[in-house]
C-alpha cells in the first residue's frame, strides 16, 4: 500500500504518484506499506521540535512503525527539482529500511540515487 497525502502549500517539484511508488517498491519492496506526507511549514516546525528537540521545520521525518510498515514527512520547501526530491525520498526510505546516517548509508543511498535520479 502506498499512501500520498499534500499539506504543503506550494509547488512541489513534480514527481509522480506512480513513481514514487516504484521507488518505494523497489527499496522497501511490494508489502511495505508507507504513507508519504508533502507536510506544510507548520506541521514540520511542530514534528522536528517534538520527536528531535530541535527549532524549525524538518525537511524529512522517517517513522518506521513495525516492520512492513512505516510514514515519511517531507517538507519540500528547498526541494524544487525533481532530482532533489528524489534524493531527499531515497534518504527518508534507506532510513526505514534501518540505516543510521554512515558510510554504509551513503552506499545504499547512491546505490539507489543512480538508479532513479535523473540528473538532467
Known amino acids: 500500500m502506498f499512501e500520498l497525502t499534500k499539506l504543503y502549500p506550494g ?5 509522480s504518484k506512480a513513481k514514487l511508488e516504484k521507488i518505494k517498491d523497489a527499496i522497501l519492496g ?3 506499506s ?3 506526507v508533502f507536510s506544510s511549514r507548520k506541521l514540520a516546525t511542530e514534528m ?3 520527536w528531535k528537540k530541535q527549532d524549525g521545520p524538518a525537511n524529512i521525518l522517517s517513522f518506521p512503525l513495525d516492520k512492513s510498515s ?3 514527512f517531507i517538507y519540500p520547501h528547498d526541494y524544487r527539482t525533481p532530482a532533489d526530491l528524489t534524493e531527499l525520498y531515497i534518504h527518508g526510505l534507506v532510513h526505514l529500511k534501518g540505516f543510521t546516517h554512515s558510510h554504509a548509508m551513503d552506499k545504499e543511498e547512491k546505490k539507489w540515487q543512480d538508479i532513479f535520479v535523473d540528473k538532467k
Open 34 to 36: 508507507l504513507s508519504l
Open 30 to 32: 511490494q508489502d511495505y
Open 48 to 50: 522536528h521540535l517534538k
Open 70 to 72: 512505516g510514514e515519511i
Open 11 to 15: 509547488q512541489i517539484a513534480k514527481l
